[in-house]
């Protein structure tokens, strides 16, 4: 499956960015889907994945901020960013598994400033 991602840029403490990720294919067939992102220097990260039956886990560090929703009719998924401070700032990319098969979408850099 491809991946597009979009919604990043600049912003500042405190605000908020809506990222969205359309997939290729029908994310009902798609077992997980949801987000990563890398600051620099560091890992990639989970933030937030979506199962096809709907349950979602958020990182500790974005529960209460980031909200993670999908319209399987569009095939795309939606990373609400809130409250946003400095250290969400990194590259944060899309992911989807299909369990034999994982993609990546081309990541979309988010920065916060303060």
């Known amino acids: 499956v491809q991946l597009q991602a979009s919604g990043g840029g600049l912003v500042q403490a405190g605000g908020s960015l809506r990222l969205s990720c359309v997939a290729s294919?029908?994310?009902?067939?798609?077992?997980?889907m949801g987000w990563f992102r890398q600051a620099p220097g560091r890992q990639r990260d989970m933030v937030a994945m979506?199962?096809?039956?709907?349950?979602?886990d958020y990182a500790d560090s974005v529960k209460g901020r980031f909200t993670l929703s999908r319209d399987n009719a569009k095939n795309t998924v939606y990373l609400q960013m809130n409250n946003l401070n400095v250290e969400d700032t990194g590259v944060y990319y899309c992911?989807?598994?299909?369990?034999?098969?994982?993609?990546w979408g081309q990541g979309t850099q988010v920065t916060v400033s303060s």
């Open positions: 992911y989807a598994d299909r369990g034999w098969a994982r993609s």
């Open positions: 294919e029908n994310i009902g067939d798609i077992n997980y």
């Open positions: 979506i199962a096809s039956g709907g349950t979602i």
